[in-house]
């Protein structure tokens, strides 16, 4: 009988076999070879690509150079300079570490690596491992400027099926540039040139970090989002998030790098995703740029051998860190950044934040009868430029097909849309009467009796505590009927029945046992929605401007609750393309 026995895999296929975990496509090599340069301290680096990269990938750095002994040492399997014991794997700051790259990348290619540690170009030195044995190999006197120049020619060459699971050019390429940008964008203080079959493609020099991150994304980014920036005692985080009227079909512009590594991680980006929860519409991706620095020791950077995967020792907390920057910073968006963002860098509209910030809640009052009173003791006319600033949402004029409310401010028009708008309003202020007080009730003088199902009926039993905890008392009073008692104060006008329909229909959805705590968004969400202003409803100027007045004092009040916006600017610039004036 043949049996298979056991053997030991030879160096050169181990060697094989490894690079594999390594170099996945020449976009890995080039990901591997730039973070070398940028561990040596270079400021300059410059990628030579050829036939994208499977003919030739070439990196020159000006960094520290490598020691002509080390030359040979540098191909070995686990060789570095960066780390001497286990202590330092659990404290690494530098983008390499494992001593794996250039052995994985030498295995599957012909490679060159030409350095000098001088600033004598005569004192360089070149080295070229032979394909079976790295030790036989000797670095040759070679003329080279201060640092380092890697040159790998015909990827895969001795692997051919791995070969032939390469994509076009073209597509190598693109991916090569996304390396190139996301690494760029981490390290602006370097400048970078990407040069394809002759062609430079990209040309990123030495800037600020918000200058590099606008020359990749472009005015339209930069001219539609703020910075953020918070700090605490083991944690920092600075960047850039979109507005929430800036977003994407995909989510290509989506960044976030931890210790100046980009990674992808679902827990920071679950984080973002939940900040922007209610203020994007459904299927469009958020736009960020964003930074993490943080103890070394509390990530894990060694999980995969790709290096973007990372684990957190308490992903929780960071994750809350993430979540509250963002989602405070959202909420601090005036309509005026929104009318008139700056594209200046030192102008940029800014979120300094303090993880200690107090989350209490202030001044909340019942929305019933809010927008006649607020406007009570105030003009009913629109005052003159004299008289006071006009506010950035300007001054109602009057109503579009009882939907629409149109003002006029300093930069043109605003058309706002009544029932998105006060929905997100009657939204906000609902969360925060149930984070602070809890929802208060107001007491019908006569109950109101809803016709159910059955089902219905049976689910209000086992639902009571749940509907009192968001300020609706309501109680079985038959086979298939219900008494309501009490009604939220902020929702004393609105349809009550077709409010408990919809939330006994999402609490059958749920099906948990903490469901208000668990859910408490989108049920405040619905009755939000069903007690805000209708169309078709006439409102006097007073009221129109009352309510201009609120979405400006009003957390995310540029979108409702699901996402659509609530009003748009028409400059007085897009008026005069519209009449062809100045033509």
Same mark, same amino acid.
Request: aromatic content about 6%; hydrophobic content about 35%.
């Given at each position: 009988?043949?049996?298979?026995?056991?053997?030991?895999?030879?160096?050169?296929?181990?060697?094989?076999?490894?690079?594999?975990?390594?170099?996945?496509?020449?976009?890995?090599?080039?990901? #591997?070879? !730039?973070?070398?340069? %940028?561990?040596?301290?270079?400021?300059? =680096?410059?990628?030579?690509?050829?036939?994208? @990269? /499977?003919?030739?990938?070439?990196?020159?750095?000006?960094?520290?150079?490598?020691?002509?002994?080390?030359?040979?040492?540098?191909?070995?399997?686990?060789?570095?300079?960066?780390?001497?014991?286990?202590?330092?794997?659990?404290?690494?700051?530098?983008?390499g570490f494992r001593g794996e790259a250039l052995a994985s990348i030498s295995a599957v290619s012909r490679f060159?690596?030409?350095?000098?540690?001088?600033?004598?170009?005569?004192?360089?030195?070149?080295?070229?491992?032979?394909?079976?044995?790295?030790?036989?190999?000797?670095?040759?006197?070679?003329?080279?400027?201060?640092?380092?120049?890697?040159?790998?020619?015909?990827?895969?060459?001795?692997?051919?099926?791995?070969?032939?699971?390469?994509?076009?050019?073209?597509?190598?390429?693109?991916?090569? #540039?996304? !390396?190139?940008?996301? %690494?760029?964008?981490?390290?602006?203080? =370097?400048?970078?040139?990407?040069?394809?079959? @002759? /062609?430079?493609?990209?040309?990123?020099?030495?800037?600020?970090?918000?200058?590099?991150?606008?020359?990749?994304?472009?005015?339209?980014?930069?001219?539609?989002?703020?910075?953020?920036?918070?700090?605490?005692?083991?944690?920092?985080?600075?960047?850039?998030?979109?507005?929430?009227?800036?977003?994407?079909?995909?989510?290509?512009?989506?960044?976030?790098?931890?210790?100046?590594?980009?990674?992808?991680?679902?827990?920071?980006?679950?984080?973002?995703?939940?900040?922007?929860?209610?203020?994007?519409?459904?299927?469009?991706?958020?736009?960020?740029?964003?930074?993490?620095?943080?103890?070394?020791?509390?990530?894990?950077?060694?999980?995969?051998?790709?290096?973007?995967?990372?684990?957190?020792?308490?992903?929780?907390?960071?994750?809350?860190?993430?979540?509250?920057?963002?989602?405070?910073?959202?909420?601090?968006?005036?309509?005026?950044?929104?009318?008139?963002?700056?594209?200046?860098?030192?102008?940029?509209?800014?979120?300094?934040?303090?993880?200690?910030?107090?989350?209490?809640?202030?001044?909340?009052?019942?929305?019933?009868?809010?927008?006649?009173?607020?406007?009570?003791?105030?003009?009913?006319?629109?005052?003159?430029?004299?008289?006071?600033?006009?506010?950035?949402?300007?001054?109602?004029?009057?109503?579009?097909?009882?939907?629409?409310?149109?003002?006029?401010?300093?930069?043109?028009?605003?058309?706002?849309?009544?029932?998105?708008?006060?929905?997100?309003?009657?939204?906000?202020?609902?969360?925060?009467?149930?984070?602070?007080?809890?929802?208060?009730?107001?007491?019908?003088?006569?109950?109101?009796?809803?016709?159910?199902?059955?089902?219905?009926?049976?689910?209000?039993?086992?639902?009571?505590?749940?509907?009192?905890?968001?300020?609706?008392?309501?109680?079985?009073?038959?086979?298939?009927?219900?008494?309501?008692?009490?009604?939220?104060?902020?929702?004393?006008?609105?349809?009550?029945?077709?409010?408990?329909?919809?939330?006994?229909?999402?609490?059958?959805?749920?099906?948990?046992?903490?469901?208000?705590?668990?859910?408490?968004?989108?049920?405040?969400?619905?009755?939000?929605?069903?007690?805000?202003?209708?169309?078709?409803?006439?409102?006097?100027?007073?009221?129109?401007?009352?309510?201009?007045?609120?979405?400006?004092?009003?957390?995310?009040?540029?979108?409702?609750?699901?996402?659509?916006?609530?009003?748009?600017?028409?400059?007085?610039?897009?008026?005069?393309?519209?009449?062809?004036?100045?033509?």
């Open positions: 009988m043949n049996k298979k026995r056991i053997r030991q895999l030879s160096e050169e296929l181990y060697n094989l076999i490894s690079a594999g975990e390594i170099v996945e496509r020449p976009a890995s090599v080039v990901k #591997e070879l !730039i973070e070398n340069s %940028i561990d040596a301290s270079a400021s300059k =680096i410059d990628i030579e690509i050829e036939s994208g @990269g /499977k003919k030739l990938i070439r990196i020159r750095d000006n960094g520290e150079g490598i020691h002509r002994d080390d030359l040979s040492l540098a191909f070995a399997s686990h060789s570095t300079s960066k780390i001497k014991d286990h202590e330092d794997l659990f404290s690494i700051m530098t983008l060159v690596l030409t350095s000098n540690i001088d600033s004598e170009p005569l004192n360089g030195y070149s080295i070229s491992p032979n394909e079976n044995d790295s030790a036989e190999c000797y670095p040759e006197p070679k003329s080279h400027h201060k640092g380092t120049t890697a040159e790998v020619r015909d990827l895969f060459f001795n692997t051919p099926a791995r070969k032939k699971f390469l994509r076009t050019d073209r597509t190598e390429y693109q991916k090569i #540039e996304e !390396i190139v940008r996301r %690494i760029a964008l981490a390290t602006p203080s =370097i400048s970078f040139s990407l040069c394809h079959n @002759g /062609k430079v493609v990209r040309d990123y020099p030495r800037s600020e970090a918000f200058e590099r991150t606008e020359s990749m994304f472009g005015k339209d980014f930069s001219s539609s989002c703020i910075e953020i920036e918070a700090t605490r005692s083991d944690m920092g985080m600075k960047g850039w998030i979109g507005l929430p009227t800036h977003t994407r079909s995909q989510p290509d512009q989506q960044f976030i790098f931890v210790n100046g590594r980009f990674v992808r991680d679902k827990v920071l980006s679950h984080a973002v995703r939940q900040a922007y929860a209610d203020v994007i519409y459904q299927g469009r991706n958020p736009v960020y740029v964003i930074f993490l620095e943080m103890d070394p020791r509390e990530v894990d950077v060694n999980v995969h051998p790709s290096k973007n995967e990372v684990r957190f020792r308490n992903s929780r907390d960071i994750h809350d860190f993430v979540y509250r920057t963002v989602s405070r910073a959202i909420e601090e968006i005036s309509p005026s950044e929104i009318i008139a963002p700056s594209v200046n860098a030192g102008a940029f509209p800014s979120r300094q934040l303090s993880d200690q910030l107090d989350l209490g809640v202030s001044g909340i009052g019942s929305l019933q009868g809010n927008i006649l009173n607020r406007f009570e003791k105030r003009h009913d006319h629109f005052p003159s430029h004299e008289e006071s600033d006009i506010p950035p949402l300007g001054y109602a004029i009057g109503q579009v097909h009882g939907i629409y409310v149109l003002s006029q401010n300093a930069e043109g028009l605003i058309l706002v849309d009544m029932h998105a708008a006060h929905e997100r309003i009657t939204y906000e202020r609902l969360k925060k009467a149930f984070a602070a007080e809890g929802i208060k009730t107001q007491p019908l003088l006569v109950p109101h009796t809803i016709s159910v199902s059955e089902s219905e009926a049976n689910l209000i039993e086992d639902v009571s505590a749940d509907l009192h905890k968001l300020g609706l008392e309501v109680a079985r009073s038959g086979p298939n009927s219900l008494f309501v008692r009490a009604i939220p104060s902020l929702l004393s006008t609105g349809n009550i029945e077709q409010l408990i329909r919809d939330l006994l229909s999402e609490f059958t959805e749920f099906e948990n046992t903490r469901l208000v705590e668990n859910h408490q968004d989108e049920l405040l969400s619905s009755m939000a929605c069903h007690s805000s202003i209708r169309a078709n409803r006439e409102l006097s100027i007073i009221e129109m401007n009352s309510l201009l007045r609120d979405i400006e004092e009003t957390e995310r009040s540029g979108q409702c609750n699901h996402g659509r916006p609530t009003w748009h600017q028409i400059t007085l610039s897009d008026l005069d393309k519209m009449f062809l004036r100045g033509r």
